[in-house]
T-cell receptor, first 114, second 109 residues
Framework: IAGITQAPTSQILAAGRRMTLRCTQD?????MYWYRQDLGLGLRLIHY???????GKGEVPDGYSVSRANTDDFPLTLASAVPSQTSVYFC?????????????FGPGTRLTVL | GQNIDQPTEMTATEGAIVQINCTYQ??????LFWYQQHAGEAPTFLSY??LDGLEEKGRFSSFLSRSKGYSYLLLKELQMKDSASYLC??????????WGAGTKLIIKP
């Protein structure tokens, strides 16, 4: 079934630990995105990739890194987790970055940093 | 700065019509999206507007006025399953989506 998968579904992490959130899509989409969603705030873009081999910083990139070695995978790494990174993380993809390309979202990862 | 404003919460009755408004100020404009998000789930695409006017898709319609920086989502014949958050997002000049905080719609029988 075509779509986006994320792993893990949820995670509780001690502050200072390193964590990688995984994201895989099988729609052969060029563009991929990582967002965080916090109560009372809109989705905020962390990092994005317009095509395999390229990445860019979004609105809230500090403390996060990404890589895009191939079309399908777009992992997000927290090098040293802090409590303010407690959030729900959504990965998304789109065919391209132009106007009408809707973004398709994965099911999300609920991360708690203690 | 860039911001998207929409009401935090609205309540409507099953079978009725509800209009959810969205105003925006962004650096450039390449279209406006509406997404639906049920509690605990991912957002799903509802509509896209880039030209002024009304786009109709079944029970849902979306309107855009670029000169006023304004859009609305109109939901007709409300059903209990329409209880969800509705997210307004604008594609800016960098082709990045700027998101509103969402409007939580509560449907009462």
């Amino acid at each position: 079934i075509a779509g986006i998968t994320q792993a893990p579904t949820s995670q509780i992490l001690a502050a200072g630990r390193r964590m990688t959130l995984r994201c895989t899509q099988d729609m052969r989409h060029n563009a991929m995105y990582w967002y965080r969603q916090d109560l009372g705030l809109g989705l905020r873009l962390i990092h994005y990739s317009n095509t395999a081999g390229t990445t860019g910083k979004g609105e809230v990139p500090d403390g996060y890194s990404v890589s895009r070695a191939n079309t399908d995978d777009f992992p997000l790494t927290l090098a040293s987790a802090v409590p303010s990174q407690t959030s729900v993380y959504f990965c998304a993809s789109s065919a391209g970055v132009a106007d009408h390309n809707e973004q398709f979202f994965g099911p999300g990862t609920r991360l708690t940093v203690l | 700065g860039q911001n998207i404003d929409q009401p935090t919460e609205m309540t409507a009755t099953e079978g009725a019509i509800v209009q959810i408004n969205c105003t925006y100020q962004t650096s450039g404009f390449n279209g406006l999206f509406w997404y639906q998000q049920h509690a605990g789930e991912a957002p799903t695409f509802l509509s896209y507007n880039v030209l002024d006017g009304l786009e109709e898709k079944g029970r849902f319609s979306s309107f855009l006025s670029r000169s006023k920086g304004y859009s609305y989502l109109l939901l007709k014949e409300l059903q209990m399953k329409d209880s969800a958050s509705y997210l307004c997002a604008v594609l800016n000049s960098n082709y990045q989506l700027i998101w509103g905080a969402g409007t939580k719609l509560i449907i009462k029988p």
